[in-house]
């Protein structure tokens, strides 16, 4: 079960000639779930940051 | 978890009898779709709550996992569609489960459209807390789809209740992928609901004490 189905670099990326369907997938999916986590840790700060300038104007 | 079930997958797990290697798609595709109908029936009870017994937080909860429930419907289309070219030679078909699975993104949009175009935050909790229950029955129909009519998809290979017709060496990444995204959309839903829940609550005390 836990020998790779993969000889070579090149066997896995190639998969037989379905390699271009599956990373594209992979790669694609794995960044738009990436962005996801970036753009929500950029909100956290830019409404702390907001909240913390309120606090100190008044 | 996620990234064991992924590497395990595409690695290790044998190559399909009849699809070849293009099914190891299936590691991002199934456990998206799970999550993109599971995440609805989250904001639906949560609408409830809100629209029952005015639990606050409850909206706030709906409104921060539209996108996630958007973004991950949208990598289970994605993912399906270029699933299908080596497998169907088509990318898209109007069968019942792709064409069920497309309303369900076009609901979470339509849900976050109706809340951002309100001025009354409260007004607009409200009224997408009702849309959210109207689109909820959408949910079965996306379950029971390949059941009930003669579609390209073939039926669900794996059970929580009965015996599943896929092979442990592929069920094993597979179930351990369904788990490592279930865990990454958790964070990123508590990312996401920690940010919205300070910017609705900006003006009241204990946010001003929080941060």
């Known amino acids: 079960m836990f020998n790779s189905e993969f000889k070579n670099l090149n066997e896995l990326l190639e998969m037989g000639g379905h390699g271009i369907y599956v990373w594209s997938v992979y790669l694609i999916g794995i960044s738009i779930i990436a962005i996801s986590f970036l753009v ?10 907001k909240i913390k300038f309120k606090n100190a104007s008044s | 978890m996620l990234l064991l079930g992924w590497i395990w997958g595409l690695l290790f ?25 599971l995440i609805y029936f989250f904001m639906a009870v949560c609408a409830l709550m809100h629209l029952v017994w005015r639990v606050k937080l ?37 069968d019942a489960r792709i064409t069920s699975t497309l309303i369900l993104f076009i609901m979470y949009l339509g849900v976050l459209t109706l809340h951002g175009s309100f001025s009354n935050l409260e007004k607009a909790d409200r009224l997408m807390s009702i849309l959210v229950i109207i689109g909820v029955v959408n949910i079965p129909i996306i379950k029971k789809s390949v059941d009930w009519w003669s579609t ?18 592929m069920l094993y990444p597979l179930l351990i992928s369904i788990i490592g995204l279930g865990f990454t959309l958790i964070s990123l839903g508590i990312l996401s609901s920690r940010s919205y829940i300070l910017s609705r609550e900006k003006n009241k005390k204990w946010v001003l004490m929080h941060v």
């Open chain 1, 40 to 49: 929500a840790k950029k909100r956290i700060k830019a409404v702390q940051r």
């Open chain 2, 13 to 37: 797990a044998p190559q399909d009898a009849v699809q070849g290697n293009s099914y190891r798609i299936i590691f991002l595709h199934v456990p998206s779709v799970i999550f993109a109908e």
């Open chain 2, 58 to 94: 409850a909206a706030y909860l709906i409104k921060s996992a539209a996108p996630i429930g958007a973004m991950i419907t949208f990598i289970g289309l994605f993912s399906g569609s270029i699933w299908g070219i080596p497998t169907w030679g088509t990318w898209w078909q109007w």
């Open chain 2, 152 to 169: 390209l998809h073939q039926p669900a290979s794996i059970s929580v209740s009965g015996s599943s017709s896929i092979d442990p060496s």
